[in-house]
């Protein structure tokens, strides 16, 4: 069993920047794809960004390319989410999600864990 826990969120205003991480605890598997997926109020799910195990291959939703950066550090079994030139249309709850294949992931049916959730609440 995976367990997520994402960190920090918080509250910024529109231009700025956050750096969201994804600690894993517990069993993890080898060779795990990573994902970064968000949930407004009254959205859906949206997909924000994937890394392959290696973390040869990244992709982004073009809503965010070019402003934000996946990357892995699998020895600290963390992932995270650079999040620059910030807008109040980024403001969600973002999630991130671990599948059991190092193949990278824009499908949020494609994860078998998730973390709990960490708001980012971008201000005018």
């Known amino acids: 069993q995976v367990h997520l826990v994402e960190s920090g969120g918080g509250l910024v205003q529109a231009g700025g920047s956050l750096r969201l991480s994804c600690a894993a605890s517990?069993?993890?598997?080898?060779?795990?794809?990573m994902g970064w997926f968000r949930q407004a109020p009254g959205k859906e799910r949206q997909f924000v960004a994937t890394?392959?195990?290696?973390?040869?291959?990244?992709y982004y939703a073009d809503s965010v390319k070019g402003r934000f950066t996946i990357s892995r550090d699998n020895a600290k079994n963390t992932v995270y989410l650079q999040m620059n030139s910030l807008k109040p249309e980024d403001t969600a709850v973002y999630y991130c999600?671990?599948?059991?294949?190092?193949?990278?992931?824009?499908?949020?049916?494609?994860?078998?864990?998730w973390g709990q959730g960490t708001q980012v609440t971008v201000s005018s």
């Open positions: 517990g069993r993890t598997f080898d060779g795990s794809a």
């Open positions: 890394i392959s195990w290696g973390g040869g291959s990244t």
């Open positions: 999600a671990a599948r059991t294949t190092r193949y990278a992931s824009s499908r949020f049916q494609d994860y078998d864990y």
